[in-house]
């Protein structure tokens, strides 16, 4: 019995010790070492996965998405643990859409990493990585990511801009406000066992998805815009066109569209350029309107006083004609207005003088950024009043040696409307910004008639629809080109319109371009173009006659 | 080294507590084992559910691509509607509910 029990302790004492070096070892292992030995770990086990943020959200007034992120993946591939290379070159060429050259150099470059492509739609990644993993391709890396996306295809894409396959904004909104629109990524850590499963999972940092932008365009009167400027390219000499729509009330930007217009199916970099704001054209005879409410706001003009209509006029020995160099018997500003006639406006302009005249403008805006919330604004081109000539005060009653942008003149006319209150034009929604008076609600009023009659009778008439009031000014201009002065074939177009004329509740303005042909006129293109929209846009329910207008809804 | 003074009951006792050591080692080792596929699965939850998301943004750009206004307006064309005549345009006024 006492050998047996000596033989148990023994055996007993040899396990204790045992098991004594094993609890020895653990505590070596998981407290002196336990830094290296869980880095070590960590290093196998642990994928630290950074998912990139989403990026805001950009809405129209109705909360209609423009521009949104969308799931995508991007696909890299490790060269030196690549399977089946020619299996994965057919693959990219036949579902990624790769030259057999490009694919070839992708997947034979010697590398650890290689991008094969990034932002990929995530129905073709899917099917990418199932056909890869079927045909036992080994080696390939799949990223989470976003690609930005546009619901409304190429709308108003020179206004939202685009983004780079960073999430980066290159240009538009997408760059003004990137600041405001992109988030912090996500970065989650995922637990793996030896074969891939992952048994657990935490967030290391929540992120901060981007902040949404909220427009004021509406995508209704955008999309009539973009497709009428795109039927009147298609049938007729214009090589370009833009249309801005305001709300002369509050100065929201309702449109502001051209054609033709970036395609990301087929891109092309400089249609990027919202030129409604960074281009300057000769504003042509839609200026005559604002010389003439200049004119009645200092009280020079009346309405019953007649001028000489007869072509040409010599000022400063330089004989000015009117368009056809066709002569009127005297006519009042109203006539003068509606028949478009340069003679008469160049007395109005004389009368007014230059530095009157530079004030009047300045106050309308011209010669300054209008502040429109989009990158690559310019000023437009107004000269200092000293630098003006005799010839220079008569010929900007016509809108000759004077460039503005369409949304300067949308903004100077949105004023008109607006019985003489400018407001800064803008893409988001806020209080109105008040940027000055410009005249007496009641000269407005009268020149806003005037407008109302040249668009009832004289050459705005094209743009006539029954029951709206439509009130505006055409223009047709040669186009200056800097160091060749006019050149023929090249001419703008515009009409800046309003309607009800005696109560605006929008102010449109739209511009064509050629470099084809002289025989460009503003009566064949622009001013049918806003009957056009106001007709589209009264028979989608946006607006409605005055008249119904007071009873029922307004657009 | 050990007297023979163990008795039946010191013997007992040491089995009981290695019983109960025993048996708290295994609810420890149960409870490791369950908290860990329940980890594993909430992981897996997890990472389903970011799938889903995933196709549920994707569907979803899929349906406003195809409820945009330049599908629609293709449709309509299609389908062989053209421009509202506006002379063919009439407005009903209706009254509110104070009649006015």
């Known amino acids: 019995m006492r050998t047996a029990v000596r033989r148990a302790s023994l055996v007993f004492f040899l396990l204790a010790l045992a098991g004594l070096a094993i609890l020895a070892r653990l505590f070596q292992l998981q407290v002196f070492e336990h830094r290296e030995w869980a880095a ?50 057919n693959l990219l060429v036949k579902e990624l859409g790769m030259s057999s050259e490009e694919a070839k150099a992708k997947v034979y470059r010697p590398g650890y990493f290689t991008w094969l492509a990034r932002n990929v739609d995530l129905d073709v990644a899917q099917r990418f990585r199932a056909l890869a993993q079927a045909q036992r391709i080994k080696g390939l890396l799949f990223f989470p990511t976003w690609k ?236 200092p009043p000293e630098k003006w000539t005799e010839v220079d005060l008569a010929v900007s009653s016509f809108g000759q040696s004077v460039g503005v942008t369409a949304i300067q003149l949308a903004a100077a006319y949105a004023a008109l409307c607006n019985d003489g209150i400018r407001i800064r034009p803008h893409l988001l929604p806020g209080k109105p910004e008040v940027r000055g008076t410009v005249a007496q609600p009641s000269s407005c009023q009268k020149i806003r008639e005037f407008l109302g009659y040249a668009v009832n009778t004289g050459t705005g008439s094209p743009a006539k629809v029954p029951g709206f009031n439509v009130g505006g000014k055409s223009g047709t201009a040669q186009i200056a080109i800097p160091g060749r002065g006019y050149v023929p074939g090249h001419v703008t177009t515009a009409m800046a319109a309003f309607f009800p004329w005696d109560s605006p509740q929008y102010t449109i303005v739209v511009i064509y371009q050629t470099s084809k042909t002289d025989d460009f006129w503003s009566g064949t293109t622009a001013v049918p173009s806003v009957g056009r929209i106001v007709r589209a846009m009264a028979s989608i329910g946006l607006v409605y006659p005055p008249e119904i207008t007071g009873l029922g809804r307004s657009g | 080294m050990f007297s023979d003074g163990w008795d039946r009951h010191t013997v007992l006792a040491l089995l009981l507590l290695g019983l109960l050591l025993a048996g708290l080692v295994f609810l420890y080792l149960w409870q490791g084992a369950v908290l860990a596929r329940l980890r594993a699965e909430r992981a897996s939850l997890v990472l389903s559910l970011a799938k889903l ?42 009254p509110d509910e104070n009649g006015g």
Request: overall charge negative; some cysteine; charged content about 25%.
């Open chain 1, 148 to 383: 930005r996306a546009y619901p409304q295809g190429s709308m108003a894409l020179e206004v939202l801009g685009l983004v780079g396959v960073d999430g980066d904004g290159l240009s538009g909104l997408e760059l003004a406000f990137d600041e405001v629109l992109r988030g912090k990524p996500r970065i989650i850590r995922i637990l793996r066992a030896g074969d891939g499963t992952p048994y657990d999972l935490w967030e290391e940092d929540p992120g901060t998805p981007g902040q949404d932008l909220h427009l004021t365009l509406d995508s209704r009167i955008q999309w009539i815009c973009e497709a009428e400027l795109d039927e009147t390219l298609r049938n007729s000499p214009a090589d370009r066109g833009c249309a801005v729509v305001l709300d002369p009330r509050s100065g929201e930007v309702l449109a502001l569209a051209q054609s033709p217009r970036y395609d990301p199916q087929n891109p092309a970099i400089e249609l990027l350029k919202p030129w409604a704001v960074t281009d300057v054209f000769e504003p042509g005879s839609t200026f005559k309107g604002l010389v003439a409410l200049a004119a009645w706001d200092l009280g020079v003009v009346s309405e019953t006083e007649q001028f000489e209509g007869s072509s040409p006029r010599i000022v400063a020995g330089v004989a000015i004609k009117n368009a056809h160099n066709r002569s009127y018997p005297p006519l009042t500003l109203r006539d003068a207005l509606a028949q478009s006639v340069n003679t008469v406006l160049v007395q109005v302009a004389q009368r007014v003088g230059a530095p009157k005249l530079y004030e009047y403008l300045r106050r309308l805006g011209l010669g300054e950024l209008t502040g429109i919330e989009l990158p690559g604004e310019v000023a437009g081109l107004l000269r």
């Open chain 1, 40 to 89: 070590m770990a960590q290093a196998i086990q642990e994928d630290r996965i950074e998912i990139p943020s989403r990026r805001g959200t950009i809405y129209d007034r109705n909360g209609v998405p423009l521009a949104y992120d969308i799931p995508a993946y991007s696909i890299a591939v490790d060269n030196y643990h690549l399977t089946n290379p020619e299996l994965l070159v």
């Open chain 2, 53 to 94: 998301e995933e196709q549920r943004l994707f569907l979803e750009h899929k349906l406003r691509e195809l409820c945009s206004l330049e599908t629609l307006s293709q449709r309509a064309q299609a389908l062989g509607m053209g421009p509202v005549d506006l002379s063919r345009l009439h407005y009903l006024v209706v």
